[in-house]
């Protein structure tokens, strides 16, 4: 639950191409590189020009246990592994996040005392840095302005949850956020932290901490037909969405302790929901499906149907372009799958991954 939750706001920076201050040429991808040759050709392909970066392992669970956990880089609008990102001999990645210069981040969870983040430059080719984290770390979030938030257990197995946020480039936190309770948070583009903590009941307690302050400001209860949050969003003007096992996404305007809107899916269970960078929203199905709605509407515009019949969708990840990359559950492999902005056609154009594959989308070259 904690992993799917920490991959929302990752799908929500990666896919708004202007998000931070990453505007112009990119000065750390050199302008000869093939990189940046074929980012001219986008209009004529089917793949965005941006580098895809999928989590998984390198052969199946049952052969040796498995194998490392790496970051594969799918670049150059390719269909095959371009290179991959890490230490072949290491099996602690958890998870990436994609800033909005198109930095790469890795964390690493090597015990449950010690973790590591470790950030790239965009297209994973040179490592520019690495912070140290005081615990196992499990979630890395990035808001509009660049800073990181890493979710760990300061006292490893058992111990308090802690947020350190760290401003760009900075390998220290000034500012550590200690959780009231086991939550599970993301971080909206302004830097608001929603905090989500369960209790007696069918209700979920929703804590909010403004931009740049250690404390909650205010908090406020969501019931519904199960005490535990599917998942849950926030927009680019830090709208709350959030999900919990019923057929509505409830979205909550900052500041609010009452839903604003009430978005129906018309499904069973909507399970992860991501933004693209003009407000449009898709959303996963329990049995495979994606629901696309159109910014400002309540229901949807149209449906994608389940790639091959898999199901549930483990990662969703919207691209510069209003397109749309899911990670299919496909038992032994899984597919990763790219729909085009307004489609419904499926292109597995990444193939197929051992382990269930997060998938994040980096910043096209300009």
Not at 15 to 22: E, H, L, Q, V
Not at 76 to 81: A, H, K, L
Not at 198 to 209: C, D, E, K, L, W
Not at 259 to 264: G, K
Request: net charge negative.
């Amino acid at each position: 639950m904690r992993y799917l939750l920490a991959l929302l706001t990752i799908g929500l920076l990666a896919g708004c191409s202007s998000a931070g201050n990453g505007s112009g040429n990119n000065s750390e991808i050199p302008a000869n590189s093939s990189f940046a040759r074929r980012a001219s050709s986008v209009q004529s392909t089917s793949m965005p020009a941006a580098p895809i970066y999928v989590l998984h392992n390198t052969r199946p669970p049952w052969l040796h246990g498995g194998g490392p956990v790496l970051v594969g880089i799918y670049a150059d609008n390719g269909t095959s592994v371009s290179y991959r990102v890490g230490d072949v001999t290491d099996n602690s990645a958890q998870q990436v996040a994609v800033d909005g210069l198109g930095r790469l981040y890795v964390l690493n969870s090597f015990s449950t005392t010690a973790s590591a983040v470790a950030v790239y430059s965009p297209w994973g080719r040179q490592l520019r840095y690495t912070i140290s984290v005081p615990g196992r770390a499990y979630n890395i979030a990035l808001d509009g302005s660049r800073n990181l938030y890493v979710q760990y257990l300061a006292g490893g197995a058992g111990g308090p949850e802690d947020i350190s946020v760290y401003a760009p480039g900075s390998t220290t936190a000034p500012r550590i956020i200690q959780l009231e309770g086991t939550a599970e948070e993301v971080v909206a583009p302004s830097g608001t932290i929603y905090a989500a903590a369960y209790g007696s009941g069918n209700n979920a307690q929703i804590t909010v901490y403004p931009a740049g302050h250690a404390k909650p400001s205010y908090s406020f209860t969501i019931a519904g037909p199960n005490p535990y949050v599917w998942s849950f969003q926030t927009d680019q003007s830090s709208n709350f969405y959030v999900t919990n096992l019923s057929p509505n996404i409830l979205e909550y305007a900052p500041g609010s302790t009452t839903p604003t809107r009430t978005l129906t899916t018309g499904s069973e269970i909507p399970h992860l929901m991501s933004f693209d960078s003009n407000g449009n929203l898709y959303v996963s199905d329990s049995d495979g499906t994606i629901l696309y709605f159109q910014s400002g509407s309540t229901t949807p515009s149209y449906t994608i149907p389940a790639y091959e019949g898999l199901s549930p969708i483990t990662s969703l990840a919207t691209d510069p372009f209003g397109g749309v990359f899911a990670v299919y559950d496909g038992g032994n492999k899984v597919p990763v799958t790219y729909y085009g902005s307004g489609s419904s056609t499926p292109q597995p154009l990444v193939g197929k991954m051992y382990w269930f594959g997060q998938v994040a989308v980096g910043k096209p070259y300009q």
